[in-house]
């Protein structure tokens, strides 16, 4: 293994909830009066903290969003999670491989804990991800794409960044990969491999994984 620690990014990586948080995010910003598309809400915030959405609707519109509106999204999603919610095809088989190996990994998402936490316990991947493998933008002051989460990540797993590779299929992801000094594997699964540049390399099974990382 080439590496001495993996980094999963969490949604469109590990869970399969891009394509429902982007729709109801789509849907609520237009019932709020700022129409949004499905692949407007793909391209502006898929793999962002929720401050991004905040901070794109006020710079565009100059008007803020409602005070509760990351607890109404939330749970709206975390509703949509219980019922809709899958793991990523491959990657259980990942992590079993991962574990037999010997191999340390971990998930830094810019999701929040709660919301990491609801995702894996839906989708029974909580087994393989105790408290000391979590990491969300909350634990840092600035979310993807600076690349303080990446190596808060690296620094609690006692891992030099240089000896990181990071598992992304957002362009935030892989910009805050890049700027940590880490190697990024995009997973183009969902997202074009145009979209990705700057990726150490790309893939689109995450079956592929192990072998890629040899």
Known sequence: MRYDLVIFDNDGVLVDSE????RLLAAYLTELGHPTSYEESIRDYMGSAMHRVHDLVHERTGQRLPEDFDDVFHG?????????????????QVLEKLAADGVPYCVASSGS????RVGHRTTGLDQWFDEGRVFSSQ?????KPAPD???HAAERMGVPPRRCVVVEDSPLGVQ???AAGMDVYGFTAMTPAARLTGATRL???????PDLLV
Do not use: K, M, Y
């Open 19 to 22: 394509p429902i948080s982007n």
């Open 76 to 92: 709206r999603v975390f509703a949509a999670f219980e019922r809709e919610l899958r793991p990523v095809a491959g990657v259980v």
């Open 113 to 116: 804990h709660e919301r990491i």
């Open 139 to 143: 634990d840092v002051g600035r979310g």
């Open 149 to 151: 989460l990446f190596l």
């Open 176 to 178: 805050a990969a890049n």
């Open 203 to 209: 893939f689109s099974d995450l079956r592929d994984l």
